[in-house]
């Protein structure tokens, strides 16, 4: 026998009614994601300061180390790495604590009936404002070299790229930003749903996570990979444009140091946040309910 | 209206950790029991088939051996479990009271605890701020209220964890047993504030150990027996059953009298 008028839990409707249900509960995920941040600090006099402190000194300590390895010039190269470095914490930050997400939530989960997506939500909030901390040694950073980064320049003189400096269409930063928190979302929903059911998905992101990083320009420019001047290595930028992290990276990392960024970065990434957001409301309509069991 | 109605609900949790266990039986054949094997991992049929509607005004014990399905019931009334074969359906705000130490925040203050629990239950941070002040009345809490979690003791938390709950007017009240925790006197504070809300609008849900607290709060009750419900019935009906003897036996007259209930069988007999 079905009970009349309730839509079955494996339905597409009820995934939607648990996101949307989610988000009008923002109060309590808002709460709760900056709540996250205070508890890390606690007791600890500079508080979350600290964020901001330890995104200063690894930023600087490895733009130098690479700008003397590469031998480009500092003041074009440590923006560089900053901005990769904060971007990538945030995606960082929104895969390895993603996939935990349901897991570290499990007295919550089996205590109280909320929607899923609030701690999704809970765990992209957090990442956001751990971002907006780090932000402050962005905005430092262009402040001391501005001068340089205000009109066309090239990172890697004279062979590398030229990029058209920082203007009014930086501001594409910040819908790159809310599309990077869109694709943590889903990501969250859909890797916290799996890691829940596989515990070895957690550990199988955690040992390859390490090498996406240095495969991935953050540290050294595509200007050091495609070599200088040397058409021997074309090879290089067909498979670079395979890693889909070097997209998202870009398309919030070039415009906020004014970088050129290439139409294809954008339309790979939003192929993928469509892609990605079909896969998480397959996996929320499949799995929402069977959550609470797993964990 | 407030109402839950469970169709031929089950409830089976697989068992993911649980392999070497299904390799044994496989091995060894027959053992029989609950847990089936028919899958990869093993599965416990927490719930099987249950059938129930609750409607407003219903104040429901629930008892049962430990083990029997009477946390996991309440967790499917909560829709915290939906059930894995069969329907449930929960019309109404829900507010459940489970396990006291989870869902609460052991380093941040009572007050902070307070707002958040409001938040989990569909508040809003301005409704529970206006709320704040009758919560600490009511859980005479006083100056503790901001302290860190971590300096309450049990039965603090559980003052805590209901004052909440029946401050925000909710419509389906879950308790576990974990209320037991509070002293005699908070309890009778605490009872008629219960039997207000049912009364206002709602329906409570009871697990306990605890004739006393039973017969304070309830007045029908189900008796889960191996994931089954074995009997439905007045509280007074069920409990003899489970038990095997009548809870109001050893009652004073005072508290029968207060109760509102007929004196034991036994006091019958020597009367007639």
Redo the contacts between chains.
């Keep these: 026998m079905v009970a009349p008028g309730v839509a079955p839990s494996r339905s597409f409707e009820r995934a939607f009614d648990d996101i949307r249900r989610a988000l009008a509960q923002r109060e309590l995920w808002l709460h709760l994601g900056w709540q996250d941040i205070k508890q890390r600090y606690r007791r600890s006099v500079l508080g979350p300061l600290w964020i901001t402190i330890s995104m200063g000194v690894t930023a600087l300590g490895l733009g130098i180390l690479y700008a003397v390895l590469f031998q480009h010039p500092l003041p074009e190269f440590l923006p560089y790495v900053t901005t990769g470095f904060i971007v990538w914490n945030f995606i960082n930050g929104c895969l390895t604590e993603g996939m935990s997400t349901f897991i570290t939530n499990e007295g919550l989960i089996k205590h109280l009936p909320a929607p899923l997506t609030v701690y999704a939500l809970r765990t992209v909030w957090r990442q956001t404002l751990m971002m907006l901390h780090n932000l402050v040694v962005y905005v430092i950073m262009i402040a001391i070299y501005f001068s340089y980064l205000d009109h066309r320049y090239q990172m890697d003189p004279p062979n590398g790229q030229f990029h058209p400096g920082l203007g009014l269409w930086s501001l594409s930063a910040i819908p790159a930003f809310l599309v990077l928190a869109l694709n943590g979302l889903w990501l969250t929903l859909l890797i916290g749903i799996v890691s829940t059911r596989y515990r070895d998905i957690p550990q199988v992101i955690n040992s390859v996570i390490q090498l996406a990083f240095y495969l991935t320009p953050i540290v050294w420019s595509p200007d050091d990979l495609f070599g200088s001047g040397g058409s021997d290595r074309g090879w290089a930028k067909v498979v670079f444009q395979f890693n889909p992290l070097y997209h998202f990276v870009q398309v919030l990392r070039a415009p906020m140091i004014g970088q050129h960024v290439d139409w294809w970065s954008w339309a790979t990434v939003g192929g993928i946040t469509v892609v990605g957001w079909a896969l998480a409301l397959v996996a929320m309509r499949n799995y929402r309910a069977r959550v609470s069991y797993w964990v | 209206m407030v109402s839950i109605?469970v169709?031929?609900a089950s409830v089976d949790?697989?068992i993911?950790d649980a392999k070497t266990r299904s390799l044994k039986k496989a091995v060894l054949g027959k053992v029989g029991g609950k847990i089936g094997t028919d899958q990869r991992a093993p599965i416990i049929e927490a719930l099987h088939d249950i059938t129930l509607s609750l409607a407003e005004g219903d104040r429901v014990g629930l008892v049962g051996h430990n083990g029997a399905g009477k946390s996991t019931l309440l967790?499917m009334l909560?829709?915290?479990?939906?059930?894995?074969r069969?329907?449930?359906?929960i019309h109404g705000k829900?507010a459940?009271v489970?396990?006291m130490g989870?869902?609460m925040?052991p380093?941040?203050s009572g007050l902070?605890n307070i707002?958040?629990r409001g938040?989990?239950?569909?508040m809003?941070?301005k409704q529970m701020e206006k709320r704040v002040d009758e919560i600490t009345e009511f859980t005479e809490l006083g100056d503790y209220i901001q302290m860190p979690l971590r300096t309450y003791s049990t039965g603090m938390r559980v003052r805590l964890a209901l004052g909440v709950v029946t401050s925000i007017d909710p419509e389906i009240l879950l308790l576990d047993e974990g209320i037991g925790a509070v002293d005699a006197a908070f309890l009778d504070k605490a009872r008629d504030r219960l039997v207000d809300l049912v009364k206002r609008s709602g329906l409570l849900v009871f697990a306990s150990h605890s004739d006393e607290f039973l017969v304070e709060l309830c007045d029908t009750a189900i008796w889960m027996d191996e994931g089954r419900v074995r009997q439905r019935g007045g509280l007074r009906e069920v409990l003899t059953a489970y038990k095997g003897r009548d809870p109001f036996e050893n009652m004073s007259p005072a508290s029968l009298a207060r109760l509102g209930v007929a004196p034991a069988v036994p006091d019958a007999r020597a009367r007639a």
């Design positions: 109605d169709w031929n949790f697989p993911f967790r909560a829709g915290i479990y939906e059930p894995t069969g329907t449930a359906h829900v459940p489970f396990d989870v869902g925040d380093e941040i902070e707002i958040i938040l989990f239950l569909g809003t941070r």
